[in-house]
Structure formats: structure tokens, C-alpha cells
């Protein structure tokens, strides 16, 4: 059973490097084919499979462009004095 986890890392290896747009674009297209219902039990298997690896490797981008994310701050007199995290909440 271990050589059945660790395979869907090493089909979805191409995933690491793709831009946060496509692996959402990918992601949609997975969830269209999907909710439509014209692919059979394996291959549906397969494709929710490489959705939840999508899913991960998006939620990991955004999380750090939101890490990256910096608000500025200013003065009394409104003049900038640097910048802080951004917090959205």
C-alpha cells in the first residue's frame, strides 16, 4: 500500500512549477469534467486526485503571495514611514 501513496506525488511531479493561474485554470477544468459526469469511475479517480493536488499546490501560492502582501503606513502628517504586514481581517 505505501508504493500506491507515494505514486500520485510522481505523477503529478509537473505540478511544483506551475504559475498559480494555471493550476487554477486546470483545477476548474478538472471540477467541469467532473461535475458534468462523462468520465468513467478510473479516470475520475485519477483526475480528483491530480484536483487535490492542484488545489494544495494553489492554496500554497496564495498563501505565500499574501505573506508578501505589505500595507504602508504613514505619518501624522500623512507623509510614508515604511510599511507593515498585511493584515486582511
Given amino acids: 500500500m505505501d508504493t500506491m501513496n507515494k505514486a500520485p506525488a ?22 467541469s469534467r467532473l461535475e458534468r459526469g462523462d468520465v468513467e469511475l478510473e479516470e475520475s479517480i485519477s483526475i480528483y486526485e491530480r484536483g487535490e493536488a492542484l488545489k494544495d499546490h494553489c492554496d500554497r501560492l496564495l498563501k505565500q503571495a499574501e505573506a508578501k502582501v505589505e500595507k504602508l503606513t504613514f505619518a501624522a502628517d500623512g ?4 510599511t507593515e504586514p498585511f493584515d486582511a481581517e
Fill in 10 to 31: 510522481k505523477i503529478h511531479a509537473d505540478i511544483r512549477d506551475m504559475s498559480f493561474e494555471r493550476g487554477l485554470k486546470e483545477l476548474e477544468s478538472i471540477v
Fill in 79 to 82: 507623509t510614508p514611514k515604511g
